[in-house]
């Protein structure tokens, strides 16, 4: 009997026209195992980037860019507050630390006023 062998190609080609790697081609560092992971590629800068699957199989619909933000612009600076404090707190990591009031944050969606936290 012959075994059945498959030739998988060493690169990727990124499909998604979002991804700034778009149509390049990456060296695959490792291959998703399951159908819900990812490859490990080498980025032309020599950085180990995680890519998912669906960025490699990309075919949907065409992508339309607005000229204006589907959420208003208060909500958007009040996420990008919230997302620099996040990123300043300090990791929960093993410590025992508490959640700083920036991890705790809630923002109130100014078209239908109601908050979430």
Known sequence: TTA???TMSPYIEIQYPLHPH???KLKVISRPRKTSSGYV???PDGRHLAVP???VHYSSQPITLLSFPLLPIPTLKHLSRTLAAVRSAPT???SNQ???NATRTS???TDTGTSTQ
């Open 4 to 6: 059945l062998r498959t």
């Open 22 to 24: 778009y149509l390049k």
């Open 41 to 43: 590629v080498e980025a």
């Open 53 to 55: 699957q669906w960025i």
């Open 92 to 94: 929960l990591g093993n």
């Open 98 to 100: 508490e959640p700083t």
């Open 107 to 109: 923002f109130r969606d």
